[in-house]
RNA sequence: GGCGCCGUAGCCAAGUGGUAAGGCAGAGGUCUGCAAAACCUCUAUUCGUCGGUUCGAUUCCGACCGGCGCCUCCA
């Protein structure tokens, strides 16, 4: 069984092959970052995360690159909003996702270029596509590309050139193309764009790159720099990014260098509300920072996440988000107990074998398209056996506890811990002894009050064979 | 109008041409002083509706109903 993923480009699940194994190069539209991302954002980032886990869980080694969109018409305009410059106005934002980031728990890419720091490639790619006569100087100064001369466009997105609506969007610009449907390369500048200083130099003219070159002179110039290559194994995004984005990032890259400019294009769905998909526009949005501020541990909403598959739309919701945390801390619970098993236990067969068979459904499972919630279905029947089997005393807690730690490594979904200070840590240890002897004088009444009392604090306690335990909740 | 997606238990959600994973919640039981955790048992004769194909469909086809997305530099 090898992995097989779902392909925007044939609309089927073809198996993957990277073209120079083991190497993977994988490119990810990243945020623009002109205000914090909401976790709608971050839904498709931490399917991309599943994907750049799960390849390198896989035996690959993966290239990954994510792009920060620093200059475009949003930042420029929030930019000029706040009255201030451009790179001032993005560099707390900037700041504020890779913060969110680790908050996620999303494995850092191996590189984050800024648009505004692949300027110069994009001047190179823009005068590449002007010699091959694929763009033009529109009557407004700014560079378009011509679809018309990229016969193959709309191949992505399944759009027929003839039926792409033209009458809703035609602003003044629209007069400067030979088509309506061509899009800008290169954006002549205006006085807004002097004022946050988001305007170069360019032998075509001053002005500032259009969002979808940015997407392909950095993922170009990336993979050239760390690969020697053109063609990106599997570029991936959300499904707004189909059209017209990435279908015009295909159009310049493939215009430019005369090759196929991604083998697999991954797409992930929304993350809705209430049916309606999260948005900025909609104001129906939560950021991540806004969620940590709520004490809610990241691996609960991984684990919701994880429990749709990325294709199909999940609707936000508490009662979602807390059913994820219960999951969550059942299998803290179950680590816990395998921390505790050691080595010990009867024969080394039983539980040997259901980590095997463990290891197998997750891996068909995330082989068949990145089937998450079958391979998180796989996980809790794995749990809840080996449970089964624990509480018989058999052996092979080692396998278990191996075959755990490679799910994690993917899914990575374990509670996060919570530190105790050393005064509390102290109050809670008096606590509990002043329990213990209170239950031994069958005092249960005191016993019970100080329980309560210790979860008043947020402090959960467990008596077991062996004492009480106690964990921060 | 064009392209496309979705509708499975109280909630969330996999899934297959042969009779419904998993999580949460709920009920009963074992264990416990009581809890907690864990375990055992139970909880959709049924997969939006109506037709069709088939020995057999939730799964294939069609129609319809309901919800949603893209076609606007939105993840």
Redesign the pocket.
């Known amino acids: 069984m090898t992995l097989s993923l779902y392909n925007t480009l044939t609309?089927r699940i073809e198996p993957f092959e990277p073209l120079a194994p083991p190497r993977v190069t994988l490119y990810t539209?990243?945020?623009?970052v002109?205000n914090f991302?909401?976790?709608?954002?971050?839904?498709?980032?931490l399917f991309e995360d599943l994907l750049r886990r799960y390849l390198e869980y896989s035996g690959y080694d993966v290239y990954h690159i994510m792009n920060l969109?620093d200059v475009?018409?949003?930042t420029i305009k929030a930019a000029a909003a706040a009255g201030k410059r451009l790179g001032e106005h993005t560099a707390p934002f900037v700041q504020a996702f890779f913060e969110d980031r680790d908050y996620l728990r999303i494995k850092p890419a191996h590189a984050y270029p800024r648009a505004t720091e692949s300027v110069p490639a994009m001047i190179r790619l823009v005068e590449q596509l002007l010699d091959r006569g694929v763009a033009y100087k529109g009557e407004d100064g700014s560079i378009y590309f011509a679809i018309a001369k990229f016969p193959t466009y709309g191949r992505l997105?399944?759009?027929?050139t003839r039926?792409?609506?033209?009458g809703?969007?035609v602003?003044s610009?629209e007069y400067a193309k030979d088509d309506p449907?061509d899009?800008?390369l290169w954006?002549k500048v205006d006085g807004v764009d002097e004022q946050v200083g988001a305007a170069w130099e360019a032998p075509f003219g001053r002005g500032r790159p259009?969002?979808?070159l940015e997407c392909s002179a950095m993922s170009l110039e990336q993979i050239g720099r760390c690969c020697h290559a053109e063609t990106l194994d599997i570029h991936a995004?959300?499904?707004?990014?189909?059209?017209?984005?990435h279908e015009d990032e295909i159009a310049q890259s493939e215009a430019a260098t005369g090759r196929p400019f991604a083998r697999f294009w991954l797409?992930?769905?929304?993350?809705?509300v209430r049916?309606?998909?999260?948005?900025?526009?909609?104001g129906n949005?939560l950021t991540a920072r806004d969620l940590r501020e709520q004490g809610v541990d990241a691996a609960a909403v991984r684990?919701?996440f994880w429990?749709?598959?990325y294709?199909?739309?999940?609707?936000f919701?508490d009662?979602?988000l807390?059913?994820?945390g219960?999951?969550v801390?059942?299998l803290g619970?179950?680590q816990?107990?395998l921390r505790g098993a050691g080595g010990a236990g009867r024969g080394v067969g039983e539980l040997a074998k259901l980590a095997t068979k463990f290891e197998t459904d997750f891996r068909a499972?995330l082989d068949?398209?990145l089937?998450a919630?079958?391979a998180?279905?796989?996980?809790?029947?794995f749990?809840?056996?080996?449970?089964?089997a624990?509480?018989r005393k058999a052996g092979g807690a080692a396998a278990v506890r191996a075959a755990l730690d490679g799910a994690m490594g993917v899914l990575d979904i374990l509670p996060t811990a919570k530190a105790a200070d050393p005064a509390l840590e102290r109050w809670i240890a008096e606590r509990i002894a002043a329990?213990d002897k209170?239950?031994k004088s069958?005092d249960?009444?005191e016993?019970?009050w100080v329980?309560a009392e210790l979860r008043a604090k947020g402090v959960?306690?467990?008596?077991?064979p062996g004492g009480?335990k106690w964990r921060l909740v």
């Open positions: 609309r539209c990243g945020p623009t002109w991302a909401h976790i709608g954002n971050f839904r498709t980032f969109t475009d018409d949003r997105s399944r759009l027929d039926e792409l609506k033209i809703a969007r602003t610009d449907r899009f800008a954006k259009g969002w979808h995004g959300g499904v707004d990014l189909i059209f017209p984005h797409h992930g769905e929304f993350l809705n049916g309606t998909k999260m948005s900025k526009r909609f949005f684990l919701l429990q749709t598959h294709r199909k739309a999940l609707d919701t009662e979602a807390a059913a994820a219960a999951g801390k059942r619970e179950f816990e107990r499972a068949d398209d089937n919630p079958r998180c279905g796989a996980l809790f029947e749990v809840h056996e080996a449970n089964g624990l509480d329990r209170a239950r069958k249960f009444k016993a019970d329980r959960e306690i467990e008596d077991t009480t």
